[in-house]
């Protein structure tokens, strides 16, 4: 059976022109004809997800999801995007697990020295589960049961 087994989610806030945030960010539209003469839209976050744990390859594992290339600008840190990115590839995952099976873990790869994100993470419901090495040094998996 075929399907699309990844997706790219996008964040976007609407922004004074000079580059300021509103203090709320919003999910109701895309629309550019939705912002005034005095707001723009900016994309400040993206992540990948997938169905299996391998970033390139399809995955044989359908029972789990995993996220891949965080990121958040950093002029819109602390403003819920991360969170709002991560629960909405929870949502993915579950959306494809009710289609097609599977799908009832989260995992992610963490490179080590990057407390900032491991801490978000566990703020979330995410555990740490093992370390592997590979190519790029000493990643660490975490997980979630979703």
């Known amino acids: 059976m075929e399907r699309d087994d990844r997706v790219m989610l996008v964040a976007e806030l609407i922004v004074a022109k000079d580059d300021t945030f509103s203090d709320t960010m919003d999910t109701t539209s895309s629309d550019p004809a939705n912002t ?44 819920g995007v991360g969170r709002a990115l991560m629960d909405e590839a929870e ?20 490179v080590t020295g990057n407390g900032i994100a491991a801490h978000f993470y566990k703020a979330i419901g995410y555990r740490k589960r093992y370390w592997a090495l ?13």
């Open 91 to 110: 949502r993915w995952v579950l959306a494809e697990e009710k289609k097609n099976g599977g799908g009832s873990k989260m995992k992610m790869q963490l």
């Open 134 to 146: 590979d190519f790029f040094g000493l990643p660490g998996w975490f997980e979630k049961d979703l």
């Open 36 to 79: 005034d003469a005095t707001t723009k839209q900016k994309i400040v976050g993206c992540c990948g997800v997938k169905i299996g744990s391998s970033e390139t390859q399809p995955g044989p594992e359908i029972d789990v999801g995993s996220v891949w290339r965080v990121s958040v600008d950093a002029s819109a840190r602390q403003r």
